[in-house]
């Protein structure tokens, strides 16, 4: 990814000797090519501020995130060149070398780094986050963090999870997997080149041909071949899955090994020419003012697609086309010279530095943003976020000049690629045992409180949960200072449905059907997640009652006929689904009520009060009443509820909020209940906030079980007023339980 500065033995560095060669027509001597590329460190510098810029200071630098595209396309060329030189000289590659180069480069910073994160995390994380701590660890020393979190992003209950201090591993593993995976591909082309040659060419030409492998010709044909099926497939599949809003699509591999690929495409056509083998004529690029404006325009477009770019740019896709250009179009200036040309600025010893640790910048930055997260429990300020650049900077120097540098040049590893592949083992097997501590020592903590939660919920003291609303909603009962659910456990506190709730990008919402088999009402529970948050609560009172209880549940997707945004960019499909639901429940003519919910944070192309009021509207028509509950208050720190319980069982005020500031600003409820005036609104916005507070933990239990879902606990010990108030409703509205 980022890298130190390229020291290399004079034949093995030709990027820049192709420019200086069209610059004399083809026809001079080539002088000597520069043992060190400054562009290429002044692209890894740029990549790796933009990348952290993004991350400490998102408005400055919106589409900062395609540093890691400029990364991409940086290693692609390098790597391939690399290739390419070692097949023109020794007529193979080898490949255990070639890993062995690899692992002493990249293995040792991020090494310590997973090291030092997870002796953090241990010392001062709370146990609710050690066990994804160590999955991260785990899968970023195997170079598979892409995966896990391409998995997790279309995992609904799991994209809501907290980013880990590892999480920018997942870049990492691409490249990792690229380095794995592109020698054998050059490899391929260049046996299937020459293959081709010598079946074309007949025996008479064997001979030859021996001569060319071992002169060092490459099978340029045939490596363009291959490298340009590898970039039109893998661009063609990213612009497939960005295009159906798959949010894997930012994560793995085949969605993104184009960019690398694209670089090695420029190393191709850059290589010099073997014997026997003729290059393009490049008399177009003979002039150092054209060499000058290719420069420039590559840093224009690296600065559009990082200053242009944002949060609701499809991407990668064809987007990620314009950094990558980019950085190609710099990289293939090579050298400039002139009053207008960039080399000055690009040569200064601050940028070069940059771009000899950006590697380590780049992995110690995210880690130091996430534990000052944690600790300030707000985003950086200006101030703040120099601070932790300069942070950043300090260790990613101390790691390059004490870590990287040191075991990389290490003579016994050196020396012998065997064995430096088989300490990379080891100690890969090592940091993997540490990756999976975390976890049981976490668990082990878990058990004893789990077997006073289970105590708890066995035989619910006076005032548990909602219970003691009335006195106050302390939190803890009188001698009980057990919190249930435990928060290591509290992710899992909801209502398991199965496909009863169906995933965002699903084009259906199934209906499924509990309680009584006849009931004396029909009740539909329809919605988004917190609609189904709702779901015990309900349950409970249906069969209090002996109804029938319906539901149409969809992640994601507010049971409303105005368009969200996540729709419009794909993510997520409702609208259709919504349609159908809609249709189902009226043509059912059985469904006495419908209850509904959605979370306020949702935003909307346009008109969402409208939205809501048009399907109520339509409902009631039909003769259904309509019952929509006002969306329950958000936790009051940065992070999780159940992460600062954890960490402040003694001071769990902190981890409440205001009630002026625990809920959603743009709430449509109320607005489309004034637009449909005929539904009845139930608010329970007392039962989690008193006094103008709303804490975290109410009567010994956690309210909510991640950012903004209610514990199911907490919904079990609400279902008594639920129910009160919704029958009051029902009652008022002429729906008795013998209505039937």
């Given at each position: 990814?980022?890298?130190?500065?390229?020291?290399?033995?004079?034949?093995?560095?030709?990027?820049?000797?192709?420019?200086?060669?069209?610059?004399?027509?083809?026809?001079?001597?080539?002088?000597?090519?520069?043992?060190?590329?400054?562009?290429?460190?002044?692209?890894?510098?740029?990549?790796?501020?933009?990348?952290?810029?993004?991350?400490?200071?998102?408005?400055?630098?919106?589409g900062g995130f395609i540093g890691v595209d400029v990364f991409f396309a940086i290693s692609g060329f390098l790597i391939t060149g690399h290739l390419l030189r070692e097949v023109r000289t020794s007529g193979r590659?080898?490949?255990?070398?070639?890993?062995?180069?690899?692992?002493?480069?990249?293995?040792?910073a991020a090494v310590a780094v997973i090291i030092a994160v997870l002796g953090a995390t241990l010392a001062f994380l709370p146990?609710?986050?050690?066990?994804?701590?160590?999955?991260?660890?785990?899968a970023a020393v195997f170079s598979v963090e892409n995966w896990v979190l391409a998995a997790a992003s279309v995992d609904y209950l799991a994209a809501d999870t907290e980013p880990t201090a590892l999480?920018?591993?997942?870049?990492?593993?691409?490249?990792?997997?690229?380095?794995?995976?592109?020698?054998?591909?050059?490899?391929?082309?260049?046996?299937?080149?020459?293959?081709?040659?010598?079946?074309?060419?007949?025996?008479?030409?064997?001979?030859?041909a021996g001569r060319e492998d071992t002169a060092g010709g490459l099978p340029r044909i045939a490596l363009l071949l291959v490298f340009g099926a590898v970039i039109v497939a893998s661009l063609a599949y990213s612009m497939v899955l960005v295009g159906s809003g798959n949010p894997a699509a930012y994560f793995v591999t085949p969605a993104r090994v184009w960019e690398l690929a694209a670089g090695g495409l420029l190393a191709l056509l850059l290589a010099?020419?073997?014997?026997?083998?003729?290059?393009?004529?490049?008399?177009?690029?003979?002039?150092?003012?054209?060499?000058?404006?290719?420069?420039?325009?590559?840093?224009?477009?690296?600065?559009?697609?990082?200053?242009?770019?944002?949060?609701?740019?499809?991407?990668?896709?064809?987007?990620?086309?314009?950094?990558?250009?980019?950085?190609?179009?710099?990289?293939?200036?090579?050298?400039?010279?002139?009053?207008?040309?960039?080399?000055?600025?690009?040569?200064?010893?601050?940028?070069?530095?940059?771009?000899?640790?950006?590697?380590?910048?780049?992995?110690w930055h995210?880690?130091?943003?996430?534990?000052?997260?944690?600790?300030?429990?707000?985003?950086?300020?200006p101030a703040q976020g120099i601070g932790l650049l300069a942070l950043s900077l300090l260790l990613a120097g101390a790691s390059h000049r004490w870590i990287e540098t040191p075991v990389r040049s290490l003579a016994p590893l050196a020396s012998s690629k065997w064995r430096t592949l088989g300490i990379g083992v080891i100690v890969v097997g090592l940091v993997a045992a540490m990756s999976l501590a975390p976890g049981p020592l976490a668990q082990r903590d878990t058990?004893?409180?789990?077997?006073?939660?289970?105590?708890?919920?066995?035989?619910?003291?006076?005032?548990?949960?909602?219970?003691?609303?009335?006195?106050?909603a302390p939190p803890y009962l009188r001698g009980v200072k057990q919190i249930v659910p435990v928060p290591a456990d509290a992710e899992h506190d909801l209502p398991h449905l199965g496909e009863c709730v169906q995933k965002p990008r699903s084009r259906v919402t199934l209906e499924c059907t509990t309680g009584a088999a006849d009931g004396s009402l029909t009740i539909a529970l329809v919605g988004d997640s917190h609609a189904t948050h709702w779901y015990r609560a309900l349950e409970a009172t249906a069969k209090e009652h002996g109804w029938t209880l319906l539901t149409y549940l969809k992640n994601s997707c507010p049971f409303t006929a105005a368009e969200r945004?996540?729709?419009?960019?794909?993510?997520?499909?409702?609208?259709?689904?919504?349609?159908?639901?809609?249709?189902?429940?009226?043509?059912?003519?059985?469904?006495?009520?419908?209850?509904?919910?959605?979370?306020?944070?949702?935003?909307?192309?346009?008109?969402?009060?409208?939205?809501?009021?048009?399907?109520?509207?339509?409902?009631?028509?039909?003769?259904?009443?309509?019952?929509?509950?006002?969306d329950t208050p958000r936790p009051g720190t940065k992070s999780y509820a159940r992460d600062c319980v954890a960490l402040h069982p003694e001071e769990l005020e902190s981890c409440g909020a205001p009630a002026s500031k625990a809920f959603e600003a743009n709430d449509s409820t109320l607005a489309a209940a004034e637009r449909e005036p005929r539904v009845g609104v139930l608010d329970f916005s007392d039962q989690f906030c008193v006094r103008g507070f709303c804490p975290a933990v109410i009567g010994n239990v956690l309210v909510y079980r991640d950012g903004h879902h209610v514990s199911d606990t907490y919904m079990r010990t609400l279902a008594p007023v639920f129910g009160i108030r919704i029958e009051a409703m029902l009652h008022a509205d002429g729906l008795n339980d013998d209505v039937r």
């Amino acid at each position: 990814m980022a890298g130190t500065r390229l020291q290399l033995p004079a034949w093995t560095l030709y990027p820049l000797f192709i420019p200086a060669c069209f610059a004399r027509g083809m026809t001079a001597e080539p002088k000597l090519p520069r043992r060190v590329l400054p562009e290429v460190q002044a692209l890894r510098a740029v990549a790796v501020l933009l990348v952290a810029g993004y991350h400490f200071a998102p408005q400055l630098v919106p589409g900062g995130f395609i540093g890691v595209d400029v990364f991409f396309a940086i290693s692609g060329f390098l790597i391939t060149g690399h290739l390419l030189r070692e097949v023109r000289t020794s007529g193979r590659i080898d490949l255990p070398g070639f890993w062995a180069a690899r692992v002493r480069r990249i293995l040792p910073a991020a090494v310590a780094v997973i090291i030092a994160v997870l002796g953090a995390t241990l010392a001062f994380l709370p146990a609710t986050q050690w066990k994804a701590v160590g999955t991260a660890a785990l899968a970023a020393v195997f170079s598979v963090e892409n995966w896990v979190l391409a998995a997790a992003s279309v995992d609904y209950l799991a994209a809501d999870t907290e980013p880990t201090a590892l999480h920018h591993f997942w870049s990492l593993g691409v490249e990792e997997q690229f380095y794995l995976a592109w020698p054998l591909l050059v490899l391929l082309a260049v046996w299937l080149g020459r293959l081709w040659v010598r079946l074309r060419l007949g025996s008479l030409a064997r001979e030859r041909a021996g001569r060319e492998d071992t002169a060092g010709g490459l099978p340029r044909i045939a490596l363009l071949l291959v490298f340009g099926a590898v970039i039109v497939a893998s661009l063609a599949y990213s612009m497939v899955l960005v295009g159906s809003g798959n949010p894997a699509a930012y994560f793995v591999t085949p969605a993104r090994v184009w960019e690398l690929a694209a670089g090695g495409l420029l190393a191709l056509l850059l290589a010099p020419s073997g014997p026997g083998l003729e290059r393009g004529n490049g008399r177009w690029f003979h002039a150092a003012g054209a060499r000058t404006a290719l420069a420039w325009s590559g840093f224009a477009a690296i600065a559009a697609a990082a200053f242009g770019f944002g949060s609701a740019t499809p991407f990668p896709g064809l987007s990620a086309a314009l950094p990558v250009a980019g950085t190609l179009a710099v990289v293939m200036a090579g050298e400039t010279r002139g009053p207008f040309a960039p080399q000055k600025i690009l040569e200064l010893p601050p940028v070069q530095w940059v771009g000899n640790v950006s590697y380590s910048l780049y992995l110690w930055h995210w880690p130091v943003l996430i534990f000052f997260l944690h600790f300030s429990g707000s985003e950086p300020g200006p101030a703040q976020g120099i601070g932790l650049l300069a942070l950043s900077l300090l260790l990613a120097g101390a790691s390059h000049r004490w870590i990287e540098t040191p075991v990389r040049s290490l003579a016994p590893l050196a020396s012998s690629k065997w064995r430096t592949l088989g300490i990379g083992v080891i100690v890969v097997g090592l940091v993997a045992a540490m990756s999976l501590a975390p976890g049981p020592l976490a668990q082990r903590d878990t058990v004893a409180q789990e077997g006073t939660a289970a105590t708890l919920l066995a035989a619910p003291p006076p005032g548990f949960g909602a219970a003691s609303v009335p006195a106050g909603a302390p939190p803890y009962l009188r001698g009980v200072k057990q919190i249930v659910p435990v928060p290591a456990d509290a992710e899992h506190d909801l209502p398991h449905l199965g496909e009863c709730v169906q995933k965002p990008r699903s084009r259906v919402t199934l209906e499924c059907t509990t309680g009584a088999a006849d009931g004396s009402l029909t009740i539909a529970l329809v919605g988004d997640s917190h609609a189904t948050h709702w779901y015990r609560a309900l349950e409970a009172t249906a069969k209090e009652h002996g109804w029938t209880l319906l539901t149409y549940l969809k992640n994601s997707c507010p049971f409303t006929a105005a368009e969200r945004t996540a729709e419009k960019n794909g993510s997520i499909s409702c609208h259709q689904a919504n349609e159908d639901t809609l249709k189902r429940i009226v043509s059912r003519g059985i469904v006495d009520a419908v209850v509904t919910s959605h979370w306020a944070g949702s935003v909307f192309e346009k008109g969402a009060a409208e939205g809501f009021a048009d399907y109520w509207g339509q409902l009631e028509d039909a003769g259904i009443k309509v019952y929509p509950i006002i969306d329950t208050p958000r936790p009051g720190t940065k992070s999780y509820a159940r992460d600062c319980v954890a960490l402040h069982p003694e001071e769990l005020e902190s981890c409440g909020a205001p009630a002026s500031k625990a809920f959603e600003a743009n709430d449509s409820t109320l607005a489309a209940a004034e637009r449909e005036p005929r539904v009845g609104v139930l608010d329970f916005s007392d039962q989690f906030c008193v006094r103008g507070f709303c804490p975290a933990v109410i009567g010994n239990v956690l309210v909510y079980r991640d950012g903004h879902h209610v514990s199911d606990t907490y919904m079990r010990t609400l279902a008594p007023v639920f129910g009160i108030r919704i029958e009051a409703m029902l009652h008022a509205d002429g729906l008795n339980d013998d209505v039937r």
